[in-house]
T-cell receptor, first 113, second 112 residues
Framework: DTGVSQDPRHKITKRGQNVTFRCDPI?????LYWYRQTLGQGPEFLTY????????KSRLLSDRFSAERPKGSFSTLEIQRTEQGDSAMYLC???????????FGPGTRLLVL | QKEVEQDPGPLSVPEGAIVSLNCTYS??????FMWYRQYSRKGPELLMY????GNKEDGRFTAQVDKSSKYISLFIRDSQPSDSATYLC????????????FGSGTRLLVRP
């Protein structure tokens, strides 16, 4: 069990560019969550997958955001036409089906210039 | 008003002190309560997990949940400089995909 991994750890992009982040959950965890955290705040829920099905999306997830988990293993989060307000830490977490506890990855820190 | 309220601190204590961290919440439907520790520029690390009201102890850490008052606490005994971090409370419900609702975090500094 190597824990949740995220890639890249840091991303600097210019406004209007597209970015994609990857999350590899703990093996055999079928629940996967994405959160966003801005400075001085707690993480905020973005979206949730159970296996490959995206079951819930937050209102924070505008139509510029899309997430996938094609084979029920790793997940990607894409932001199109980035805006400066998208600058944040993007966190991925996973949990097993019969557990309520979520384990977080190290996060991807995005800076939009 | 936020669903989960947490004093942002910073809270500064001398090494060896007992630390008390607290959160209040407004939604009585929350069932699961967690405390995470987050070091600067790192992901949150799960410290304690409790279900419903009561106490849970793990080493130097004790978590308390009082559902009647909608109040949760984390106590750290014999605090160490390595405990200096931001502490996040979080809670969830089974009927809401178990998604976590976080407080804003309390910054703790333990002075040597």
């Amino acid at each position: 069990d190597t824990g949740v991994s995220q890639d890249p750890r840091h991303k600097i992009t210019k406004r209007g560019q597209n970015v994609t982040f990857r999350c590899d959950p703990i093996s055999e965890h079928n629940r996967l969550y994405w959160y966003r955290q801005t400075l001085g705040q707690g993480p905020e829920f973005l979206t949730y997958f159970q296996n490959e099905a995206q079951l819930e999306k937050s209102r924070l997830l505008s139509d510029r955001f899309s997430a996938e988990r094609p084979k029920g293993s790793f997940s990607t989060l894409e932001i199109q036409r980035t805006e400066q307000g998208d600058s944040a830490m993007y966190l991925c977490a996973s949990s097993a089906f019969d557990q309520e506890t979520q384990y977080f990855g190290p996060g991807t820190r995005l800076l939009v210039l | 008003q936020k669903e989960v309220e947490q004093d942002p601190g910073p809270l500064s204590v001398p090494e060896g002190a007992i630390v008390s961290l607290n959160c209040t919440y407004s939604n009585s439907a929350f069932q699961y309560f967690m405390w995470y520790r987050q070091y600067s520029r790192k992901g949150p690390e799960l410290l304690m997990y409790t279900y419903s009201s009561g106490n849970k102890e793990d080493g130097r850490f004790t978590a308390q949940v009082d559902k009647s008052s909608k109040y949760i606490s984390l106590f750290i005994r014999d605090s160490q400089p390595s405990d200096s971090a931001t502490y996040l409370c979080a809670m969830s419900r089974m009927d809401s995909s178990y998604k976590l609702i976080f407080g804003s975090g309390t910054r703790l500094l333990v002075r040597p």
